[in-house]
Each structure stands twice: as C-alpha cells, then as structure tokens.
C-alpha cells in the first residue's frame, strides 16, 4: 500500500479551499475574493509546471510553503484580516519568508554552479535580509497606488494600506520572515539548489557559457 505523503495532501486540501474560495467570490460577486483566490490558485501550481517543464525536482515541504502563504492571504481577503487583528502579521511573515527562499535558493544555485563564486554563509544572510526589505518596499508602494486608483475610481481593490504604523508593522513581520528564513531554511533549501544544479538544461547552458568564453 502507497504511502501517503502528508505534505502533498495539506497542499491539495489548501489548492481546494482556494477553489471554493474563488467560485464563493464569483457567487457572490466579490471582485476582491475572485483576484486574490484566483491568483493564489494559479500560483500553488507554479512548482508542478517548473518540475514538468524543466525537470527540476521541487521538495514537496517547499511546495507546501508557497501554497500556505497565498493561501492564507487569500483566506484573509474572505473576512480574517479584519476579524483577527494578528492575520496581516502572519501572511506579511510567511509572504517574505517566501520571497526569502526564492532569494537564497537562485544565489545558492549561483554558488554551487561556479566553480569562481564563493558566497559565504554571512553574505547569504545579508543578501536574503536586503531581498525581502527591497520587495516589501516595491510591495508597499504598489497598495500605496492602488490605493490612489481606488480613490480615483471608486473600484475596491484585492489591496489596501491602513495608515503609516500597519506599513511599518508590514515591514517588521517581513523582515522576522526572512531572518528565519534565512537562519533555518538552507536545511531545506540547500537540497532544492542542488537539484537545480544537477538539471540539464542548467548543466548545457553553463557548458555553452565556458565555450563562449574560450
């Protein structure tokens, strides 16, 4: 009898709620519960199309990361973040812990694929911190413009800003996100850059490279 992965069945379970979620928001007509679980959806299957398109073999704890903050973040636009005042602090922490894995694992990847970069570990760290600061910023700014446009127009939006302490406390939660990203997560993520490592495709560009160069 097969096994049952665990981590695969919580990841179909959240990929189901979020498309309950996203036909309630076309039931009922709710614009901000449509984009924000049509999205999450559409961005839970990112890790199959990589693996099926360029072979790379994604660690199902890693999937199951993605999963989990746009699946809380979608849930929270169905009525959390006002109801549960710590919700926009978790899906801020997971959101940055995300983009902080994203972060590590390309320079990571650079790393172990060139025989000429070093990265110390202290280096790594500063990197991923800068990361997720730099994209909470970007991140800010775009609720900050939505804003503006729904003021103009009158249209809601899946975002908003409330006020220059939530924008602080946003950026405090990402930073905690990507420091324990970035303390803990090469345990998991060193083994997904060495897959990518080991990808042919990366393997055949890196070989182009060094004809190139000779």
Do not use: C
């Amino acid at each position: 009898m097969r096994r049952l992965n665990w981590k695969k069945a919580v990841n179909k379970l959240m990929q189901l709620t979020l498309t309950i979620l996203f036909i309630s928001g076309l039931v009922y007509g709710n614009p901000k519960v449509i984009i924000n679980a049509g999205i999450g959806l559409a961005i839970t299957f990112a890790p199959a199309i990589v693996e099926r398109k360029y072979g790379l073999t994604i660690d199902a704890f890693l999937s199951l990361w993605i999963t989990s903050a746009v699946f809380f973040h979608s849930l929270g636009s169905f009525g959390f973040y006002g109801s549960i005042w710590w919700w926009d602090h978790l899906t801020h922490a997971l959101s940055a812990s995300v983009v902080a894995a994203i972060g590590y694992t390309f320079i990571r990847t650079i790393d172990l694929h060139s025989e000429k970069v070093n990265l110390p570990r202290k280096f790594m760290f500063v990197f991923i911190l800068l990361t997720v600061i730099a994209f909470g910023v970007v991140w800010e700014l775009f609720e900050y413009l939505l804003d503006i446009i729904s003021d103009m127009t009158g249209l809601a939006m899946p975002l908003a800003q409330h006020g220059l302490d939530d924008t602080m406390k946003d950026m405090m939660y990402n930073i905690l996100g990507a420091t324990v990203t970035a303390l803990f997560g090469h345990i998991y993520l060193s083994e997904t850059a060495e897959n990518f490592k080991k990808n042919k495709i990366l393997q055949e560009a890196k070989s182009l490279i060094t004809e190139n160069q000779e």
